[in-house]
């Protein structure tokens, strides 16, 4: 997954408000899950989700960024709950001693394509928006500055990870560690996961320490190199995607309660 989460791009989507970004993405989700139906979710990812990948030319990393973390997750669901669902009884196949159930294996769809709108909301925000940007539109916003802080950390871990992951890989093969296949990459993973947590610990140090000295914790607010454009269009926007959520949200209380 080599830089698979890196924001670049000159699309008119990597130009959006990261904040428009961010309803969208917001929305998605929540009209997902507010309806009880696999095909919904299916749907939303097929109209929504992988037109907007293809127009933001972030497609190949966009898939890959599913393959890596949501493929795990719904092979997962599918074991468990197709295997372990309480109160499921209509066998479908069986694995030795155990049995395949049929309500496992929908409640393990359902819950995986939610799961997909999900993570493709959200990687698109990562993929389209630089983590800087976003910290300055919600700066704009008065939101806290910690909130701010924790939401820049999320996006950034990730790429930041896999940069020194890169590194560390490089580093052991120029001392002569053959990685290659799927045996030497398996190998290569103990030795990794060492200087690679130890390197996360020492930058949590560092970077509380730099924050410290450039006074994040000041009262007074902070001003923004950076001005991230915004318009009318796009403030009417989220406000539609936003009701579009709510809307979601009352409809689905509505049909549970009646």
Known sequence: MRD???????SGIHRLNPLTKLAFAVTVTVCAFAVVDYRWPLLLFA???????????????????????????????????????PGAHEVIARLGPLELKSE????????????????????????????GAFMSALSERNVSPSLIYIVSAALQIVPALNRRATRILHAQQARGQVIHGLRGRARALVPLMGPLILGAFTDVGERAAAMETRGFGATRRPTSLTEVPDSGVQRCLRAAMLLCAALAVTVNVWGVLR
């Open 47 to 85: 109209a929504l989700l992988l037109p907007v990948a293809i127009g933001a030319r972030v497609l190949r990393r966009f898939l890959l960024l599913l393959a890596t973390f949501w493929v795990p997750v719904a092979v997962v669901l599918f074991v468990i709950q197709g295997f372990f669902l």
């Open 4 to 10: 698979a989460a890196r924001a670049d791009g000159v």
């Open 104 to 131: 496992g294996v929908s409640f393990a769809l359902q819950t995986a394509l939610h799961i997909l709108v999900l993570m493709s909301g959200f990687f698109l925000l990562l993929l389209t928006t630089h983590a």
